[in-house]
Nanobody, 115 residues
Framework: VQLVESGGGLVQAGGSLRLSCAAS????????MGWYRQAPGKQRELVAA????????NYADSVKGRFTISRDNAKNTMYLQMNSLKPEDTAVYYC?????????WGQGTQVTVSS
C-alpha cells in the first residue's frame, strides 16, 4: 500500500484547507485510516480516524467541531477538511492506513497557519 498526501500549504488563522490521501497498491486490504500530525519538537499525535466503511469516526479534542474526516473507497482516497484553523494546528500532517497486521504511512504534507 502506498499513500500520498496533498493539499497542505500556508493559510491565515481562521482559514480552511482540505487534505487528501490517495492510496494505491493493495487497497482492498485497507481497514481503518487516519490523519496524524507532528509539530516541531512534539510527538506525532492522532488527529482523526475513520473506520473502513466510513460510518465511525473519532477526533482529537483539539480539533472537534473544526475538522471533518471522510473517505471515498471507490476512489481510494481519504480527506481531512480543516476549518477555523489556528496557529497551533501548524504541523506536518501524515496519512495512515491499517491493512491486516501492517501499518502504512504517507510522506506527510506541511500545514502552516499564520496568526
Amino acid at each position: 500500500v502506498q499513500l500520498v498526501e496533498s493539499g497542505g500549504g500556508l493559510v491565515q488563522a481562521g482559514g480552511s484547507l482540505r487534505l487528501s490521501c490517495a492510496a494505491s497498491g493493495s487497497t482492498f486490504s485497507i481497514n481503518a485510516m487516519g490523519w496524524y500530525r507532528q509539530a516541531p519538537g512534539k510527538q506525532r499525535e492522532l488527529v482523526a480516524a475513520i473506520a473502513s466503511g466510513g460510518g465511525s469516526t473519532n477526533y482529537a479534542d483539539s480539533v472537534k467541531g473544526r475538522f471533518t474526516i471522510s473517505r471515498d473507497n471507490a476512489k481510494n482516497t481519504m480527506y481531512l477538511q480543516m476549518n477555523s484553523l489556528k496557529p497551533e494546528d501548524t504541523a506536518v500532517y501524515y496519512c495512515n492506513a491499517g491493512a491486516g497486521l501492517d501499518d502504512y504511512w504517507g510522506q506527510g504534507t506541511q500545514v502552516t497557519v499564520s496568526s
